[in-house]
Each structure stands twice: as structure tokens, then as C-alpha cells.
């Protein structure tokens, strides 16, 4: 007699369902925009951080499969499905986003060059922002903020975001989807999805991503410097 062995199913690691928990924020004002938390089961936080890459430099740099860990290509996965697509089109006002392409990007650590003030590029529909971090000190310094003007880091739209393990920000592209937060330096483990305009979009930012990396890996010093002294309030054009 066969035996016929039943397979185990597994629990996705990022569930869309979860952003309808009550403590999710949802606003159309300033822009649309979402802030959740508990968007990760605690069971994974430990695969996570041994399968994120090691990146030499400091920034965001195009996700490559054999950069990472099983638990980490699975989670971009899940991340890039139709089904997360329609989800935070549905919250941020967006008829059918999973028709446009996506570029994910990984940031393992921050110099004091990062965090200006920006909208992001027209090339991006929304964007998303998966945040891995365990632990965060006492302090305001890398924490994500949605802004309602272009040269005042302190004028908050929502409370800010810390970079803590399972917290998401999504926002929908618009003039005045202004955000930033406050120099830091130091690891801050986040997953960026943008869903772009075009698969030419999509190639010129990985080709250009990967020039920066390679930048960061030649001249991470010099990358260092450059913005160390920069004022709280600077902001940039993506």
C-alpha cells in the first residue's frame, strides 16, 4: 500500500491580511500614506538576520538572490506578490499596482549622508519599507518620517517609524510625499519594494545601483565624509 504523506504547509512570512489589524495607520493627507507594525512572526527574526547580505558600503543596493539567505530570498518573495501588490494598492488608493514592476533594494547600514528630505522619483507608483532591526537606541536618529514640508524635518504627517524589526511604512509617490529622517550611522537592516513606472525605469535604477555599490566598496571613506557635517534639514532630489 502507498503510503500518501501530506505536506506541512507553511506560514507565509509576510501575510497582507495583517494590515487591516487595528492599530495599522491609514491617511490620504498630506499624501496617502500606511505605517504598521508586527508585519513579521518574531519565530523568523533570527533567519532574517543571518540570511540579510553583508554589504561593504553604506545605502539602499539592488537585491541579488545569491547576496542572501533562504529565509531572506523567501521573504522577497512574498514580498513582490500580486497579492501584497493589490493589498497596498487597496490602502493607498491605487487601482491594479501589481501591473507595474518592481525593484527591490537592501539596506544593511547608514552614513550621515542619508535620511535628506525627498518625494521620491516620478518613476515611482509607491513605495514600501520593511524594517529588520531587533533593537534601536533611545533616540530619534534614523527614524523614518513622513513630513509635511520639503525643509522642516520636525514637521511630522504621523508619528515616526522606528527601524524596528516587523515595522512598515508604505507610501503612494506624489509632489509632496515628502520624508526623511535624522542623520545616523550604524547598521539599520531595511527592505525597500518601489513599484515603478516601467521595466526601463526598473533597469536604469539596478544599473545604477550597482554602480554605486561598487563606488561604496572602492571609496566607502570618501561616501562617509561627504555628508557628515550635513544639516538635518537638507533635503535632495531623488
Same mark, same amino acid.
Given at each position: 500500500?502507498?503510503?500518501?504523506?501530506?505536506?506541512?504547509?507553511?506560514?507565509?512570512?509576510?501575510?497582507?491580511?495583517?494590515?487591516?489589524?487595528? %492599530?495599522?495607520?491609514?491617511?490620504?493627507?498630506?499624501?496617502?500614506?500606511?505605517?504598521?507594525?508586527? $508585519?513579521?512572526?518574531?519565530?523568523?527574526?533570527? !533567519?532574517?538576520?543571518?540570511? +540579510?547580505?553583508?554589504?561593504? %558600503?553604506?545605502?539602499?543596493?539592488?537585491?541579488?538572490?545569491?547576496?542572501?539567505?533562504?529565509?531572506?530570498?523567501?521573504?522577497?518573495?512574498?514580498?513582490?506578490?500580486?497579492?501584497?501588490?493589490?493589498?497596498?494598492?487597496?490602502?493607498?488608493?491605487?487601482?491594479?499596482?501589481? $501591473?507595474?514592476?518592481?525593484?527591490?533594494?537592501?539596506?544593511?547600514?547608514?552614513?550621515?549622508? *542619508?535620511?535628506?528630505?525627498?518625494?521620491?522619483?516620478?518613476?515611482?507608483?509607491?513605495?514600501?519599507?520593511?524594517?529588520?532591526?531587533?533593537?534601536?537606541?533611545?533616540?530619534?536618529?534614523?527614524?523614518?518620517?513622513?513630513?509635511?514640508?520639503? !525643509?522642516?524635518?520636525?514637521?511630522?504627517?504621523?508619528?515616526?517609524?522606528?527601524?524596528?524589526?516587523?515595522?512598515?511604512?508604505? +507610501?503612494?509617490?506624489?509632489?509632496?510625499?515628502?520624508?526623511?529622517?535624522?542623520?545616523?550611522? %550604524?547598521?539599520?537592516?531595511?527592505?525597500?519594494?518601489?513599484?515603478?513606472?516601467?521595466?526601463?525605469?526598473?533597469?536604469?535604477?539596478? $544599473?545604477?545601483?550597482?554602480?554605486?555599490?561598487?563606488?561604496?566598496?572602492?571609496?566607502?571613506?570618501?561616501?562617509?565624509?561627504?555628508?557628515?557635517?550635513?544639516?538635518?534639514?537638507?533635503? *535632495?532630489?531623488?
Amino acid at each position: 500500500m502507498s503510503a500518501v504523506v501530506a505536506q506541512k504547509h507553511v506560514p507565509a512570512l509576510f501575510d497582507p491580511s495583517h494590515l487591516d489589524s487595528a %492599530g495599522t495607520i491609514v491617511r490620504d493627507a498630506p499624501f496617502h500614506f500606511l505605517v504598521a507594525s508586527g $508585519q513579521l512572526p518574531e519565530a523568523a527574526a533570527d !533567519d532574517l538576520k543571518r540570511d +540579510f547580505p553583508r554589504y561593504a %558600503g553604506a545605502g539602499f543596493f539592488p537585491y541579488e538572490e545569491k547576496d542572501c539567505g533562504p529565509s531572506m530570498n523567501r521573504l522577497i518573495a512574498e514580498l513582490t506578490d500580486p497579492a501584497v501588490a493589490s493589498a497596498v494598492g487597496a490602502k493607498l488608493g491605487i487601482g491594479n499596482l501589481g $501591473q507595474y514592476p518592481t525593484l527591490v533594494t537592501l539596506c544593511r547600514a547608514l552614513n550621515k549622508r *542619508h535620511g535628506t528630505i525627498h518625494t521620491d522619483s516620478r518613476s515611482k507608483v509607491a513605495t514600501a519599507l520593511l524594517y529588520l532591526n531587533e533593537s534601536w537606541p533611545d533616540t530619534s536618529d534614523g527614524c523614518f518620517r513622513f513630513l509635511n514640508r520639503v !525643509d522642516d524635518i520636525d514637521d511630522l504627517a504621523a508619528p515616526e517609524i522606528k527601524p524596528l524589526y516587523g515595522n512598515l511604512a508604505v +507610501f503612494k509617490r506624489a509632489d509632496n510625499s515628502f520624508h526623511g529622517h535624522l542623520p545616523y550611522e %550604524g547598521e539599520r537592516r531595511v527592505i525597500q519594494v518601489a513599484w515603478l513606472t516601467s521595466a526601463d525605469e526598473k533597469l536604469r535604477k539596478t $544599473q545604477r545601483g550597482k554602480l554605486s555599490r561598487l563606488f561604496k566598496k572602492l571609496f566607502g571613506g570618501i561616501d562617509r565624509r561627504l555628508g557628515a557635517g550635513r544639516d538635518k534639514n537638507a533635503a *535632495h532630489r531623488d
